[in-house]
């Protein structure tokens, strides 16, 4: 248990909204993203939330590429229950080489993954979404940031330190100048950004994302387990201490028209 990545550990315990900047993030961002009667591809899609928000909007089809077995039965299921009428998959594949075609898409999405990734790593899945799509087709994204612009490189460097000690993953979330800088290098246009507060672990943003049967599910396995507990409490000490520095960022960039 405490050697587990903080994002499965909260979904042992029922947390299904895993998002930086909670559902009210994706959902601005989503607002943003044309998608009915679009070829959309979702990058790691967990759980499947985003995905179920997705063919709410009636795409003309939906591919998932994950890398974990477990999350490609997941999405395998819930696409054949929520969605028989239109094409759906879900491919075992790293987001940095789905193995899918190249200019297939219409519309990517990736959220809470190129946080957790090098500079290298997160260049190149920047790089596959870029192969995937059309000409005008959108790369819309929803990860962990950092804050202001200016924000002295030791805190930086400080804040991505706690955060590897208290979710177990090498988190390496960036400002929203230099997430800009980055998918811009990459030949992308900026359409559009937006930003949350990080408030995971808030009861405010839980009732939001969760509603209260959820919390009350949460609670109810977190505190029946000392370990669970312990952990959970370590997170959401780190997310408040560093409260100022961090928030939910999200963009919508578009491959230029030829």
Known sequence: ???LQGHWLLARIGKRVLRPGGKKLTGRMLAKTELEGKDVVEFAPGLGRTTQLILERKPKSYRGVDRDPQVVDIITKLTAENAPSIPTSCALHDAADTGLESESADAVIGEAMLTMQTERGKRAIIAEAYRLL???GTYSI???GLQPDDLPEPVKDEVRKALARSIKVNARPLTEKEWRELLESEGFEV???GKEPMA?????RNLADEGLGGVLRILRNMLGN???R?????????????????????????????
């Open 191 to 193: 359409l559009w950004s």
């Open 142 to 144: 929803h990860e962990l």
């Open 226 to 228: 000392k370990d669970i």
């Open 1 to 3: 248990m405490e050697h």
């Open 230 to 258: 312990a952990r959970v409490m370590n997170m959401k000490s780190t997310f408040h201490k560093y409260s100022k520095e961090l928030n939910g960022i999200a963009f919508v960039v578009r491959k230029p028209a030829k």
């Open 200 to 204: 995971l672990l808030d009861m405010r």
């Open 134 to 136: 059309r000409a005008g």
